[in-house]
């Protein structure tokens, strides 16, 4: 039951489009779908020991009244960057060679610094652990990580299969594909600074 509320919770967490996916888009259009799985493999086992830290520490990370807003604001920089540099390189055409390490490593990178789950596991996290769906010791954590790892390994996966029948059956070019991604990355930039301004100036 608790591996499978991992999976379920963090499948879900992965479904709504973020720095993550995206960047997974972005890999499987320009580098091809072996590279993809190489991200998603080392990207979900990196999710796992993120997701066992976020668990240990949900609730003091929830009592914690201004880490919201710093997390506003970090994704308004991560995302404003990721928009930035795959703007400025929509119109150059995709390399065909690149390091078998390489998506590992980017995957293991994001895998720890993943801001934009934070938040979510802070939500999701609380609410398990005090109405005791799972328990919050080393072992049901352990159990609870493990499906948080699968959940977010089907979630990416099918991200992936999506970005190729998306490219082959509508004939996008990499550049119109970028193109949008990068639109996407402002979007979502420019809705967490919406959102900080609404809650400084007009939420009473």
Do not use: C
Request: net charge positive; no cysteine; proline share 3%.
């Amino acid at each position: 039951m608790t591996l499978f509320l991992g999976l379920i919770a963090n499948f879900i967490g992965y479904v709504p489009p973020g720095n993550i996916n995206l960047t997974l888009v972005q890999i499987t259009v320009n580098r091809g779908i072996k590279e993809a799985l190489r991200f998603i493999i080392s990207f979900s086992s990196a999710e796992f020991f993120f997701t066992y830290f976020i668990m240990h520490a949900a609730k003091w990370l929830s009592q914690q009244v201004k880490l919201d807003t710093v997390i506003d604001w970090v994704m308004v920089v991560l995302f404003g960057v990721l928009g930035t540099v795959t703007w400025m390189h929509r119109k150059k055409p995709p390399e065909t060679n690149y390091s078998e390490h390489e998506s590992i490593k980017y995957g293991i990178v994001l895998g720890f610094v993943n801001p934009m789950q934070v938040p979510f596991w802070m939500i999701t996290g609380t609410y398990l652990i005090t109405h005791q769906w799972i328990l919050d010791g080393t072992l049901a954590l352990v159990i609870f990580s493990l499906g948080a790892a699968a959940g977010a390994f089907l979630a990416l996966f099918l991200y992936a299969k999506f970005a190729v029948y998306i490219k082959s059956k509508f004939a996008l070019s990499t550049r119109v594909i970028n193109t949008g991604i990068a639109l996407l990355f402002f979007s979502l930039a420019a809705y967490h600074v919406v959102k900080q301004v609404y809650l400084v100036f007009f939420k009473r």
